[in-house]
């Protein structure tokens, strides 16, 4: 799970299908190349990340060389095993970890050689933030919540009002903006989020595990509606996710594996003959064949 920064460095901006239909006639996955420059213009970028840690004289390698490119609009999915690294990539791609060597690129900025508060502005300003557990602020109400990071952004109260109401419209939750979020159910709360996460007009949203602290139905509720905001909002989303009842929400779908990025293709919701006798499981990577 992506660790939260402290607060002395916080700036936040913030179809069901079947398990086996999912993982059927997945093609070859094959290595993410660099991007190139020729390429539509990607919104964030990474290029030869590596990121390292050391424990008890043990050093583990994360990430070995991540390339990847994520055009605008497009919602593209994290996957694979538990600990693999893909909540350290969202952390570096979000400006909370930095990389040991290689490149992040927002807009085409690199961050190289960005200082830390020059870092905690773009986080704020052009990263909008979804977590498992929601992270809203206990004993605010849902419209005060979406407005935190408005005012972290020095804009009015009225005008972070203003905004804020349009955006618990935008995820249905108008009746709701004075509710203590404590009182909220965890889509409602979830909604809440993705406001939050839109208000300060991000150029990217980067979501941990979005639908893990929701039920089936709940969460294709919440992916549809985050895939109607990406539209509306013209936002870009990198998600990591073990749910594999959401992936057909993803426009591509890379499997994080040895600190290697490897793209396993488009949505599984484009998976042909998902009665196929032998599968791929996107989160394992492993071939799976029907007992005889």
Do not use: W
């Not at 993982?23 to 070859?28: A, C, G, I």
């Not at 909220?184 to 208000?199: D, E, K, N, T, Y």
Request: charged share 20%.
């Amino acid at each position: 799970m992506v660790q939260l920064p402290t607060s002395s460095s916080l700036a936040p901006s913030s179809v069901a299908v079947s398990a086996g239909a999912l993982t059927d006639s997945v093609p070859t996955p094959v290595l993410v190349p660099s991007p190139s420059p020729s390429a539509t213009p990607a919104v964030i970028e990474a290029l030869d990340v590596r990121k390292q840690f050391s424990r008890g004289g043990t050093t583990t390698h994360v990430l070995a060389g991540v390339n990847l490119s994520v055009p605008q609009g497009e919602c593209a999915f994290l996957v694979g095993p538990s600990g693999c690294g893909k909540s350290t990539l969202l952390s570096i791609l979000g400006c909370i970890l930095s990389p040991d060597a290689g490149e992040i690129r927002i807009l085409g900025k690199s961050l190289t050689r960005t200082s830390a508060d020059e870092r905690g502005l773009l986080r704020r300003d052009q990263i909008g933030f979804v977590f498992q557990r929601f992270h809203l602020i206990r004993g605010l109400s849902a419209l005060e919540n979406v407005c935190v990071p408005l005012t972290l952004q020095g804009q009015s109260a009225t005008r972070a009002r203003r905004r804020g109401l349009e955006l618990l419209d935008a995820v249905g939750l108008t009746a709701q903006a004075h509710a203590d979020t404590r009182k909220l159910s965890h889509g409602q709360s979830q909604r809440v989020a993705l406001a939050r996460a839109l208000a300060n007009d991000p150029a990217v949203i980067l979501a941990d595990e979005p639908t893990a602290a929701l039920d089936q139905e709940t969460g294709h509720q919440v992916m549809e509606l985050l895939r109607q905001l990406l539209v509306d909002f013209q936002k870009t989303a990198v998600i990591v996710t073990h749910d594999n009842r959401i992936f057909p929400y993803a426009d591509r779908i890379l499997r994080l594996e040895e600190g290697v990025l490897r793209e396993v293709g488009p949505s599984g919701a484009d998976s042909p003959n998902p009665g196929a006798n032998h599968s791929t499981n996107l989160l394992t990577g492993k071939t799976a064949h029907p007992e005889r």
